[in-house]
């Protein structure tokens, strides 16, 4: 299987499984394949249980087939065609130039307008030579093939097939190739006719003409002649031209040699005007065919191709776990969320922790509302330093109450528990905290906070009703945004 | 951690969003685990963002630094006091690890800093400078490897933004990054990578190429998304359903166009997710309001007679026109036939004032259903409305996406060639594969149409 059957395979996958891809079923490594060689190797995989691709092979035969029974028939009208004007011609005279404008200009015609489709395609067509090609087809299958229904994607990898052969730079190719090859058929049955028949029949070529001058039939006829002699068929001279004029006297003893170079120049001229340019068009056709089915792309970018990669080879590996861990968590809090915001004690020794600088000045003025006395005492605790100093000092404070500002919004950690537990370890003060809502954080999560610091309560062994809520939300409401 | 690609310790003070910020550099929705509450992430973990078959850009994620204080002191009293290295002592502290149980956690992270190539430390933005943090960034500067501070909740916290640069400048920390893993935005993960590159010279084709695809693959998935939405209103534009006249029979096929719709735009969301990558129960559930009674687009409303593109006018037209309708609808018009025939509906149209109630009362034909104009409105607001969402939306978010469309006429701007879409898709019945099986999505005329679309939809966004 070649390149490009394996990428029409792909195709074939993607019209099955229609939008998304399903996830793949691989078994070998593959890391080191590209995106693309995984996609070829999945639909190769794939093929084995949808049976594309003995479809595939059944379509493009079907295409061929076709081809060839067209080129059978139009054979045979070009012999037909040969013949019809030999036999209607009267008597033993054939007017040279009717026989060959007749089977010349309709060729030309058609190769005009085949030019302007090649070139043109895209403005003139718009698909419906395509879609004429494949109604055709479809008719030929749906008449002559009675299993086509044995597949139950038969018709979807039908149109999935021909769609991409036969449209875009593809369908281009394939459909002019196979007009030259009609035209190629035509000529070749045309020429074999023509030898048969002369070689059969006597008939003696004339030329006529109404209005044009005899030099410019001469002209005519030499220049006709002109590729055919240099390749050396034998072609009429200027005197056997003027001879055969109708109506000029004949030399008798000359008619054979004339009727012979005449034969010649029809029989060439009908191969180097007719023939042979199908032929090399037909040639050239192949070979851009093929080219362009090497170049032939999947559209990677469509959501189908881009879902796939993610699948197939997505771009992020997990790495696992490097550095375990070995010792037991804290079990979490479980205990009641609700929430305290009465419970202050009459008087206390004031002490914030990590404060914001707001939250430090709601604070002060919290202190000096409940606990004027100790508005120079009140200290704020932000760093290891600090930290130290207090855990000294704080034996020599008298107070029994101990009150601590902290920030509600914060998530308590190790460090702030492993400090409060050496500030309520020291003595046997009792301790109280206050968590300042800034109402930065919405209700949902302010809830799972106050349980977090419930649980460091638990752990220092601080009373949970001494852990009070102090509401800051309508002195700064210019807190937020 | 590997040698030929890159490897980026993730680390940061507790709840952070360090995690967060991995789940969404990988766009992994289930890396690690996330939680608002510290101690979350208990162990080191990674994931690798492959950069070409065989080099990566690995990110370790780290449990968070809860008790920096306590280990900046204990850093500092090694060696009595003498000037000694930063990364001596971080070894020292290893060595002697089993000596401090309460801080494995922190040794992790202290083992990460000095294993991978370099450091994304990850900020709260909406917490003040607090003595922890510096010791943390202390802490971080005696691994001696460069550090990119990563400014996170920039929009809760923006207030603290100055704070927080003034405070990194003068711990010499000049290279940092907002990103913030909610309010997801592109231009900000490049910025990240692009830090990396001033920060590591040896590495910087590698992160070139990084930064490179990262943009290919994200142009490539908002393309995809746009062709999928635009593709979606295609079908549902061009959908019709034929229907007898009668009462009970048009009311049943409402219903049926009204369920075949929301299942095609349901679908198209849920791909949409899988596109990128978020989980399906990330969605705020909100149905298609497809309106009462649909529209009703028969042979002889206006916008299906000017699709046909001929308007017949002289009265030469009008007397055959009335027969030859009459005749038509006896015989059973299909919809092909009706295209054929336009130039006879075109002459119908023409003599509509005066003869429209008898042939309405003589038609005991068919009719055509499709969606009304509201409808397909709302269709495509909410789909230009959900892409954005996507856009912007990192992989560590909790919060549900809500496609759903307001009111407010600020947002519901309308493409310019609305109308024009809106005939030229209704013209089209076969280009809806809702209704027929014999369709052609890939005929020429409708991938034109569906590139249009696209443009329309992929307008806005720059992709830097
Ligand atoms: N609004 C907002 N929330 C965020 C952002 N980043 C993280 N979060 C939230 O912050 C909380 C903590 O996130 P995590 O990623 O678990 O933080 P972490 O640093 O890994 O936490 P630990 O593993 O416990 O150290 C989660 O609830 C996230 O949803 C952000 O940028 N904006
Ligand atoms: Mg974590």
């Known amino acids: 299987m070649n390149l490009f059957q394996q990428i029409l395979l792909a195709e074939g996958v993607r019209a099955v499984e229609g939008d998304s891809p399903c996830s793949a079923e691989h078994a070998e490594d593959q890391s080191s394949l590209s995106f693309e060689q995984r996609l070829l190797r999945r639909a190769a995989q794939l093929d084995l249980r949808l049976q594309i691709s003995p479809l595939f092979a059944h379509f493009k035969r079907l295409f061929t087939n076709l081809s060839f029974c067209l080129c059978f028939i139009i054979f045979f009208i070009g012999a037909g065609c040969v013949q019809q004007l030999f036999f209607s011609a009267q008597g033993t005279e054939v007017n040279f130039f009717w026989a060959f404008a007749l089977f010349f200009i309709p060729n030309l015609l058609t190769l005009l307008l085949w030019g302007l489709f090649f070139f043109q395609g895209y403005t003139l067509n718009s698909g419906w030579l395509q879609r004429l090609s494949m109604f055709s087809l479809k008719f030929f299958e749906k008449r002559f093939n009675q299993q086509s229904q044995q597949n139950p994607h038969y018709w979807t990898l039908f149109r999935c097939y021909f769609q991409a052969t036969f449209s875009g730079g593809l369908g281009r190719y394939q459909l002019s190739g196979l007009t030259h090859l009609l035209w190629f058929s035509y000529f070749c049955g045309a020429v074999l006719m023509l030898i048969v028949m002369l070689a059969t029949h006597q008939v003696d070529f004339i030329w006529q003409t109404s209005i044009l001058s005899v030099q410019s039939f001469q002209w005519l006829t030499e220049s006709l002649a002109y590729l055919p002699k240099l390749l050396g068929f034998p072609v009429p001279t200027a005197e056997q031209i003027q001879q055969s004029h109708l109506g000029a006297v004949n030399l008798l003893n000359d008619a054979e040699n004339t009727r012979f170079v005449w034969s010649s120049l029809l029989i060439s001229s009908l191969i180097f005007y007719g023939l042979l340019p199908r032929l090399l068009l037909l040639l050239l056709m192949r070979f851009l065919l093929s080219s362009a089915q090497m170049k032939f792309n999947l559209p990677l970018s469509s959501p189908y191709y881009v879902q796939l990669r993610q699948l197939l080879k997505p771009n992020v590996t997990s790495l696992g776990i490097s550095d375990p861990d070995a010792c037991v968590t804290q079990p979490a809090y479980h205990g009641t969320t609700a929430k305290h915001t009465q419970g202050v004690p009459e008087q206390f020794y004031p002490l914030a922790v990590e404060l914001s600088e707001k939250q430090l000045i709601q604070a002060r003025e919290h202190v000096k509302q409940y606990a004027p006395d100790y508005c120079d005492l009140f200290r704020h605790i932000s760093d290891y330093q600090s930290q130290q100093k207090l855990l000294a000092d704080i034996t020599n404070v008298s107070q029994q109450s101990v009150l601590v500002y902290l920030s509600l919004q914060r998530a308590p950690d190790r460090g702030l528990l492993g400090f409060i537990k050496a500030l309520t370890g020291q003595d046997n003060k009792s301790y109280y905290l206050l968590l300042i809502n800034d109402a930065l954080l919405p209700e949902d999560k302010l809830n799972k906070r106050r349980s977090d610091w419930y649980g460091l309560a638990q752990q220092a062994d601080i009373s949970l009703d001494n852990v009070i809520q102090l509401d800051c939300i309508a002195g700064s409401g210019e807190a937020y945004e | ?464």
């Open chain 2, 1 to 464: 951690m590997n040698n030929s690609g890159l490897s980026v310790a993730v680390v940061g003070h507790a709840n952070a969003g360090k995690t967060s910020l991995i789940r969404t550099l990988l766009r992994d929705t289930e890396f690690g685990e996330v939680a608002d509450q510290a101690g979350t992430t208990r162990h080191v973990e990674g994931g690798a963002l492959a950069i070409d078959e065989n080099k990566n850009l690995a990110l370790f994620d780290t449990p968070g630094l809860e008790d920096s204080m306590r280990l900046f002191y204990l850093l500092s009293t090694f060696f009595d006091g003498q000037s000694v290295d930063g990364i001596e002592r971080l070894n020292y502290f290893l060595a002697h690890l089993s000596d401090y149980p309460e801080l494995q956690q922190e040794a992790k992270v202290l083992r990460a800093l000095l294993n991978n190539d370099i450091i994304f430390y990850v900020i709260d933005l909406r917490e003040p400078v607090l003595g922890k943090y510096r010791d943390e960034l202390h802490i971080l500067s005696y691994a001696a490897k460069p550090v990119i501070p990563v400014l996170n909740f920039t929009i809760e916290g923006a207030a603290n933004l100055e704070q927080w640069k003034t405070q990194l400048a003068r711990l010499n920390f000049h290279a940092f990054v907002s990103f913030d893993n909610v309010h997801f935005k592109f231009a900000d993960e490049l910025k990240i990578y692009q830090k990396m590159q001033t920060l590591l010279t040896d590495k910087e084709e590698l992160l070139q190429e990084l930064i490179n695809q990262r943009r290919q693959q994200w142009s490539e998935l908002f393309n995809a998304a746009a062709e999928l939405a635009g593709s979606l209103f295609i079908e549902c534009a061009s959908l019709r359903y034929k229907t007898f006249n009668g009462e009970k029979e048009i009311e049943q096929t409402t219903a049926k166009l009204q369920q075949v719709v929301r299942e095609a735009e349901k679908k198209c969301v849920r791909r949409l997710l899988k596109l990128y990558q978020f989980r399906k129960d990330d969605l705020r559930n909100s149905q298609l309001p497809v309106e009462q009674g649909g529209w009703e687009l028969d042979l002889f409303s206006a916008d299906n007679l000017q699709e046909f593109g001929i308007k017949l006018t002289g009265n030469i037209a009008k007397g055959a026109g009335l027969g030859v309708a009459i005749d038509l609808v006896t015989a059973g018009m299909t919809l092909g036939a009706a295209a054929v025939t336009g130039g006879i509906a075109g002459a119908l149209w023409g003599v509509k004032q005066h003869y429209f109630d008898e042939i309405q009362a003589k038609i005991k034909g068919s009719r055509y259903i499709c969606l009304n104009d509201v409808t397909l409105q709302v269709l495509w607001l909410r789909q230009v409305k959900l892409l954005q969402a996507l856009q912007k939306r990192g992989h560590a978010s909790f919060a549900k996406i809500d496609y759903q469309i307001t009111e407010q006429r600020r947002e519901n701007e309308l493409p310019e060639n609305w109308s024009k879409w809106l005939r030229k898709a209704r013209s089209r019945p076969e280009w809806s594969s809702l209704s027929s099986q014999s369709i052609e999505p890939a005929e020429n005329k409708r991938l034109l149409f569906m590139k249009e679309l696209c443009q329309e939809l992929v307008k806005g966004e720059s992709l830097l």
